[in-house]
């Protein structure tokens, strides 16, 4: 059973910064990707970054120049947030992607909340 669990989630003032960490457990096979997706009350979910197996980044179009992702240790992906506006306010999740899997991962979520 493959677990992702999330943490770094908070309080944060506008202009301050977070990081966000996951750590995926248990029988896992070649990655593909891993990433973070976010849900604002009343908004769908949407991509926020991803990293592949192979170092590629991919973001939002509203978060680029302010956060960064990156594969930090075995089977762990962080997302290093600054300059934080109110807007991105949302319940973060991990996910992850194994090659020869239909469907991801999730984690539960983790929540962050940018207000002064």
């Known amino acids: 059973q493959v677990q992702l669990v999330e943490s770094g989630g908070g309080l944060v003032q506008p202009g301050g910064s977070l990081r966000l960490s996951c750590a995926a457990s248990?029988?896992?096979?070649?990655?593909?990707?891993m990433g973070w997706y976010r849900q604002a009350p009343g908004k769908e979910r949407e991509l926020v970054a991803t990293?592949?197996?192979?170092?590629?980044t991919n973001y939002a179009d509203s978060v680029k120049g302010r956060f960064t992702i990156s594969g930090d240790a075995k089977n762990t992906v962080s997302l290093q947030m600054n300059s934080l506006k109110p807007e991105d306010t949302a319940v973060y999740y991990c996910?992850?992607?194994?090659?020869?899997?239909?469907?991801?991962?999730w984690g539960q979520g983790t929540q962050v909340t940018v207000s002064s």
């Open positions: 996910y992850m992607h194994t090659i020869g899997r239909a469907l991801g991962y």
């Open positions: 248990g029988s896992i096979f070649s990655i593909n990707v």
């Open positions: 990293i592949s197996s192979g170092g590629t």
